[in-house]
């Protein structure tokens, strides 16, 4: 029996051109500002230290690291440090409601059925946990925060790794059996059933690679008792 169901963000909840036409323009365009006028704040030194760090530059200065990041913008690489701040970022977008986080109709619907129903709900995303809750903070549907009683990013492991979803049933503390993983990514898909949980891809797009998971167009043809 399904009794918590982990997310995926980007293609599952809401669209990736969200994220590609909106947030990351954003980021761009206000990094660089952000880094400038914010750089001795304790966190963002921390993630300016660890960019140096990951991209064995020790000696980078700021408009170094500035161009480290963009470059991993326009490579969607999924490094930790760029995804917080980017989050710090988006954060002042949200706020200014300057744009809202995507999620479609059909995942608002049964994410909040789910919830009434006692189904505890998490997210996992290459974004960092900030951005997550901004995003379902600040949501088309508004805010969804209420529905979700955790969320992990990264910081826990990469996605396509078996071992991040390990320690994801860990912290949940329940049996990998009780837990359903939702993702567009044949990849996330494959890791997150290597680990003993229920898979189930969303496939809203034509012609998207599928692989041995149950497959659905919306959350509207999802039955957690098939589980």
Not at 67 to 80: C, Q, S, Y
Not at 87 to 111: C, E, I, Q, S
Request: aromatic share 10%; hydrophobic share 45%.
């Amino acid at each position: 029996m399904i009794r918590a169901v982990v997310t995926d963000i980007e293609g599952t909840t809401g669209s990736i051109r969200f994220v590609h036409e909106v947030l990351f323009p954003y980021a761009k365009r206000h990094l660089a500002d952000f880094l400038r006028q914010r750089q001795e704040d304790v966190e963002v030194a921390r993630q300016i230290a660890a960019t140096r760090q990951l991209a064995q530059e020790p000696a980078a200065d700021l408009a170094r690291v500035i161009e480290i990041l963009e470059g991993w913008i326009a490579e969607d690489r999924k490094a930790t440090p760029l995804k917080a701040l980017q989050g710090m970022v988006w954060a002042k977008g949200y706020r200014n409601g300057d744009f809202t986080g995507h999620v479609y109709p059909d995942a608002f619907d049964a994410l909040a059925r789910w919830h009434a129903q006692g189904i505890a709900l998490y997210v996992f995303s290459s974004g960092s946990v900030q951005a997550q809750q901004l995003l379902f903070g600040h949501s088309d549907m508004g805010n969804l925060t209420p529905l979700f009683e955790g969320y992990f990013d990264t910081t826990i492991g990469p996605k396509k790794e078996t071992a991040s979803y390990r320690c994801i049933v860990e912290a949940l503390r329940r049996e990998a059996a009780e837990v359903l993983f939702l993702s567009d990514v044949v990849e996330e898909l494959d890791a997150a059933k290597a680990a003993g949980l229920h898979t189930l891809q969303l496939a809203r797009e034509p012609g998207m690679t599928t692989g041995v998971h149950p497959v659905v167009a919306s959350f509207e043809e999802i039955d957690l008792e098939r589980f």
